[in-house]
Each structure stands twice: as C-alpha cells, then as structure tokens.
C-alpha cells in the first residue's frame, strides 16, 4: 500500500527517516521546506488522514533534516543541511497538539555544532 504525499501537495517530498507514537506516523523532513508529515496507521489503507506542520514557518532555519526520534510527548529533528550547509538547529513539537514548536540552537554552545 502506498500513501502518495506528493499528490496531496508538491512540496511534500525529500524525507529522511521518521518515527511513530500513538497511532500515527511522522515522517522527518528532508530537503521539503521544512514540513514535518503526520499520517494516520489506522487508516493508511484509505488515505488516510494526513496533516503537516511547517517548522519553518516558526523559524526559517528550520529545513533539511537527518532524522527524528520521540521521547513520548515531543517529536525531535536532527539538524543536517540548510541550503547545502550544515546548521545547528534542533526542533521539537508537541505530538498531541502538533503545531506547537522549540528549537534549541546548538551553535552557542559550540560552534561546530552544526
């Protein structure tokens, strides 16, 4: 089965990884504008219900991502490439909720970081 993102919208491609909680899916932006993808398991065969949350439009560094991982409540992106450089933005966002968003900028501390 096959639930085709892109023909929802064409910006929903480039993903690298994803992780799931609690009946959905999300799928880790890649090289899509920064659009993290949450999908429904329970329903994938029909379509499922499929919604989005533009990091970027919290923070514009957000975009190019290598990966995510949840600790149960928040869902965390790994910062990787930004207009082919590499940046030190970490995102989380709330997975109840799924528009509320932090970023905690690594830079700072060190800045090899990114």
């Not at 990966?67 to 965390?76: I, P």
């Amino acid at each position: 089965e096959i639930l085709d993102l892109a023909s929802r919208h064409p910006e929903l491609t480039g993903f690298h990884g994803g992780f799931f909680r609690d009946g959905h899916g999300y799928i880790v932006p890649s090289t899509n504008l920064g659009k993290v993808v949450r999908f429904s398991l329970q329903d994938f065969a029909q379509g499922g219900s499929v919604a989005t949350l533009d990091l970027a439009a919290h923070d514009a560094d957000l975009k190019g991502f290598g990966g995510g991982f949840t600790d149960g409540v928040h869902g965390y992106v790994v910062p990787n490439k930004n207009n082919g450089a590499y940046f030190g933005k970490v995102a989380r966002f709330d997975l109840q909720y799924f528009e509320i968003v932090q970023v905690l900028d690594l830079t700072p501390t060190d800045s090899t970081l990114k």
